[in-house]
Structures are given as structure tokens and as C-alpha cells.
């Protein structure tokens, strides 16, 4: 009897919770883009039939996709609540926040200073961040260690940017400045062979950040802004704080803790580390950011402008095989992955922190990419029963590739 009294409790608690998210719900749509096949209008109504119904059941606040095919918006939907409190909902000007899908920009940056003849990949880092001697290399000097190496993280640094606080609220979110990261130089050590082997390391794009701050005399945000935002129209995109103009668009996030979903920080600051994952906006600026990465035509002199098309396939050419849960098979390029899914090609990063889970996925030979943002960590603990927010990326990723894909190709 008292597994069923705490059922119940559990209950009550949830039902607001779920009813919140429901009439925040709008219903499938009926009919695909303009000139969109019978079978394309179907396969995107199902997708959102399956999209609201795999949130609802791992409790996910709230969530956006959107779907590009031919370099048209050929598929929008939201999901549930970017405030709950509020009980706001998500729409089209939600902002989420984007984590680690931030390196792909740095490494971007970092292919324009090299085409404009300021640096060579295989430069070694230490030629730009002369502290870094001061890291323990017992497999070589660090002279051996090249940018190139960081851009696919396989220079051998470790994971995490701070692995030391950060769990007491009056901790700052992320070390806010590069004298916090170069005091821990002496107490960090290159834990591989570098350029042996592929290990997902933080501490690497912050180094590439530095660089071209350094190289430009511009912070890091304002570089980005200028010579990536700004050219490809991403006008609600900004890095850490949001501007008070936007501040009532940006979402909230949430991880889920003894059965219900718990506030994260908001409107956070992600300190050195906005090179790795400090960028922030809504779908729509991101669907022009994978507009960039497939190629328009239409948009050629803007996008050539911004990074040559050459250079950006370049980036796209494995250097190491990855070794991971969610890439397994795949391959690293210059911080993009390089992955193979229902027997197609994707270029693909993936942002994880906060609360905040998103993924994209890019096929330049079909022309189709898509980018989809939860605000919402669940983790596979607790009665409540939700599973990890991961899975439901998978789920949304194979069902896009096995369901929605073919159906855009049969248009």
C-alpha cells in the first residue's frame, strides 16, 4: 500500500505538470509545405504525431524542430513550454541555448584566419599560447600538438574545461576568464599520444577561441558576430547574458530530479568557455546557419564571403575514427562529425548542457539538414520513469532518416 500511496502522490505532482504541456499543444498540421506531394504531407503529419507524443512521454518541458529541404523551410514544429512557471509556450522565436554546437563556429573562425594567411593548421599551439608548455607531456613536447590536432579533438586533453567546484550555486557557471584556465596548466597533463586517437576534449576549443582572440584583437563574441552572425543574417544569435531585448524570448531549462523537472540556472554566462558553448538563438537563425553548411546557390557570394566553400569541405574530411556511445562508426573532421545513418552521409554536431540537449544534421547531397533543441534533461533514475533526453534524439534522428527523408526525396 505504500508504493501505491506514493504513486498517486507522484501523481498529483505531475498532472499540472502534463496538462501545462498539453495545452500548450498545437495539432498536427494537415498538408506539407507549398507543392508538397500527398506522401510528403503524410509523412510530416506523422512525424508530429510521433515528435509531441515521444516529448510527452519522456517529459520533456518543451522543444523546437525545424526541417530544411532545397534550401526551403519544409517542416517547423514546436513542443510544450519554454517557461514553465510562466506556463509560456514555445514558438517560433524561442531562443535555446546551443552548447557545444558553438565549436563548430570557432572552427569556422579559425578556417578564415587560416585562408587569410594568419595561421597554418598544423602550426603547434604553442607558437600562439606559449603557456600551454607548461602542461605535462609525457609523450613528446608540446610543440607536437597542433591546432589542427584540437580541431579534432585528438590533441590528447582531457574532457571537461574545470574539473574542480562547480557545485555550489555561488560558484561561477564556467572559470569567467583565461587567468582561471592558465593557472591550471601545470596541473593538466596530455593523457594520449596526440594525434593518436580521437577524445572529445573542452579545454581544446577554448585554446582556439584564445587564439583568435588573440590573432584579431577582437573577444571572441564579438569576432563570431561580426564575421559569421552577422553575414548570414543570424540577428537573434548572441553568446552568454541575453540582450534585454531578447531576454523574454530565451527559454528556461529543466532536469528532472526526484520525479519532476527541476529548474537549471537561467540566463546563464558561460564565462572562457563561450568558444565551446556560449551560443544562443532561435530556430530560425540556425536553419540559416545550415543553409551556410549546405550550400545555396542563391546565397553563393554571401556564403563564399564568409568561409570558401573549399575550406568548408575541408573540414568535413575525417582525421580520426570516433569512439563514443552516440558516434560510434563515425568519424572526426575539424569539429564537425562526420556520421552514417539509414545509408546517408551527415554532417552533424550535437549541444548538451544545462539542460539543454540539440543536434544537427546535415546531408549536402540531398540538400536536406535538420536542427532540433529540448530544454529538458532526463535522466534513466527515479520512479518517474523518463529516460535520457539522448534517446529521444536518437528516436527523432532515425525517425527523420527512415520516415521523413524519403518521403522529401519522393517529392
Given at each position: 500500500?505504500?508504493?501505491t500511496?506514493?504513486?498517486?502522490?507522484?501523481?498529483?505532482?505531475l498532472?499540472?505538470f502534463f496538462v501545462a504541456?498539453?495545452?500548450a499543444q498545437t495539432?498536427?498540421r494537415?498538408?506539407?509545405r507549398p507543392?508538397?506531394?500527398?506522401?510528403?504531407?503524410a509523412a510530416l503529419?506523422a512525424?508530429d504525431r510521433?515528435f509531441?507524443?515521444?516529448?510527452?512521454?519522456?517529459g520533456?518541458?518543451?522543444?523546437?524542430f525545424?526541417?530544411?529541404?532545397d534550401h526551403q523551410?519544409?517542416?517547423?514544429r514546436?513542443?510544450?513550454l519554454?517557461?514553465?512557471?510562466a506556463?509560456?509556450p514555445?514558438g517560433a522565436?524561442?531562443?535555446f541555448?546551443w552548447?557545444?554546437?558553438?565549436?563548430?563556429?570557432?572552427?569556422?573562425?579559425i578556417?578564415?584566419l587560416?585562408?587569410?594567411?594568419?595561421?597554418?593548421?598544423?602550426?603547434?599551439?604553442?607558437?600562439?599560447l606559449p603557456?600551454l608548455r607548461q602542461v605535462?607531456?609525457?609523450f613528446?613536447p608540446?610543440e607536437?600538438?597542433?591546432?589542427?590536432?584540437l580541431m579534432?579533438?585528438?590533441?590528447?586533453?582531457?574532457n571537461p574545461?574545470?574539473?574542480w567546484?562547480?557545485?555550489q550555486?555561488?560558484h561561477?557557471?564556467?572559470p569567467?576568464?583565461?587567468a582561471?584556465v592558465?593557472?591550471?596548466?601545470p596541473y593538466t597533463?596530455?593523457e594520449?599520444?596526440?594525434?593518436?586517437?580521437?577524445?572529445y576534449?573542452?579545454p581544446?576549443?577554448?585554446f582556439?577561441?584564445?587564439?583568435?582572440?588573440l590573432l584579431?584583437g577582437?573577444?571572441?563574441e564579438v569576432?563570431?558576430d561580426?564575421n559569421?552572425?552577422k553575414?548570414?543574417e543570424?540577428h537573434h544569435?548572441?553568446?552568454?547574458?541575453?540582450p534585454?531585448?531578447?531576454?523574454?524570448?530565451?527559454?528556461?531549462?529543466y532536469?528532472?530530479k526526484?520525479?519532476?523537472?527541476?529548474?537549471?540556472?537561467f540566463?546563464?554566462?558561460?564565462?572562457?568557455?563561450?568558444?565551446n558553448?556560449?551560443l544562443?538563438?532561435p530556430?530560425a537563425d540556425?536553419?540559416?546557419?545550415?543553409?551556410?553548411?549546405v550550400g545555396n546557390p542563391?546565397?553563393?557570394?554571401v556564403y563564399?564571403g564568409?568561409l570558401?566553400r573549399?575550406?568548408l569541405e575541408?573540414?568535413?574530411t575525417?582525421v580520426?575514427?570516433?569512439?563514443?556511445?552516440?558516434e560510434?562508426?563515425?568519424k572526426?573532421?575539424l569539429?564537425?562529425?562526420?556520421?552514417?545513418h539509414?545509408?546517408?552521409p551527415f554532417v552533424?554536431?550535437?549541444?548538451s548542457q544545462?539542460?539543454?540537449?540539440s543536434h544537427f544534421?546535415?546531408?549536402v547531397?540531398?540538400?536536406?539538414?535538420?536542427?532540433?533543441?529540448?530544454?529538458?534533461?532526463?535522466?534513466?533514475?527515479g520512479p518517474d520513469?523518463?529516460?535520457n533526453?539522448?534517446?529521444v534524439?536518437?528516436?527523432?534522428?532515425?525517425?527523420?532518416?527512415?520516415?521523413v527523408i524519403?518521403a522529401?526525396?519522393?517529392?
Amino acid at each position: 500500500m505504500a508504493r501505491t500511496g506514493t504513486g498517486l502522490a507522484f501523481l498529483v505532482v505531475l498532472i499540472p505538470f502534463f496538462v501545462a504541456v498539453a495545452a500548450a499543444q498545437t495539432p498536427p498540421r494537415d498538408a506539407g509545405r507549398p507543392g508538397a506531394s500527398p506522401g510528403e504531407a503524410a509523412a510530416l503529419v506523422a512525424f508530429d504525431r510521433f515528435f509531441d507524443a515521444r516529448l510527452t512521454e519522456q517529459g520533456i518541458v518543451g522543444a523546437s524542430f525545424v526541417l530544411l529541404s532545397d534550401h526551403q523551410t519544409a517542416h517547423a514544429r514546436t513542443f510544450g513550454l519554454a517557461d514553465l512557471a510562466a506556463k509560456r509556450p514555445v514558438g517560433a522565436d524561442t531562443i535555446f541555448h546551443w552548447a557545444s554546437i558553438t565549436k563548430t563556429m570557432t572552427a569556422i573562425a579559425i578556417m578564415q584566419l587560416r585562408d587569410r594567411g594568419l595561421l597554418s593548421l598544423d602550426d603547434p599551439v604553442v607558437k600562439y599560447l606559449p603557456e600551454l608548455r607548461q602542461v605535462h607531456n609525457p609523450f613528446g613536447p608540446m610543440e607536437s600538438i597542433t591546432l589542427r590536432m584540437l580541431m579534432s579533438h585528438s590533441a590528447g586533453f582531457r574532457n571537461p574545461t574545470w574539473p574542480w567546484g562547480g557545485d555550489q550555486d555561488w560558484h561561477p557557471f564556467e572559470p569567467p576568464g583565461w587567468a582561471q584556465v592558465a593557472a591550471m596548466l601545470p596541473y593538466t597533463q596530455i593523457e594520449f599520444p596526440p594525434g593518436s586517437k580521437y577524445s572529445y576534449s573542452n579545454p581544446g576549443i577554448i585554446f582556439l577561441g584564445r587564439v583568435i582572440e588573440l590573432l584579431t584583437g577582437d573577444d571572441y563574441e564579438v569576432y563570431v558576430d561580426k564575421n559569421i552572425l552577422k553575414p548570414l543574417e543570424m540577428h537573434h544569435a548572441f553568446f552568454d547574458a541575453a540582450p534585454a531585448h531578447l531576454r523574454a524570448s530565451r527559454a528556461h531549462s529543466y532536469f528532472w530530479k526526484n520525479g519532476g523537472p527541476v529548474e537549471a540556472r537561467f540566463d546563464f554566462d558561460t564565462g572562457i568557455t563561450v568558444s565551446n558553448g556560449g551560443l544562443n538563438a532561435p530556430l530560425a537563425d540556425m536553419a540559416r546557419y545550415l543553409d551556410f553548411l549546405v550550400g545555396n546557390p542563391a546565397r553563393q557570394a554571401v556564403y563564399e564571403g564568409v568561409l570558401r566553400r573549399a575550406s568548408l569541405e575541408e573540414m568535413w574530411t575525417p582525421v580520426v575514427t570516433v569512439e563514443g556511445a552516440d558516434e560510434a562508426g563515425g568519424k572526426m573532421g575539424l569539429c564537425f562529425f562526420l556520421e552514417e545513418h539509414g545509408g546517408m552521409p551527415f554532417v552533424a554536431h550535437s549541444g548538451s548542457q544545462n539542460g539543454f540537449i540539440s543536434h544537427f544534421y546535415v546531408n549536402v547531397k540531398r540538400r536536406v539538414a535538420y536542427v532540433v533543441a529540448f530544454n529538458t534533461v532526463a535522466e534513466p533514475v527515479g520512479p518517474d520513469g523518463k529516460a535520457n533526453t539522448r534517446q529521444v534524439d536518437r528516436d527523432v534522428r532515425d525517425y527523420v532518416v527512415t520516415n521523413v527523408i524519403p518521403a522529401l526525396a519522393a517529392r
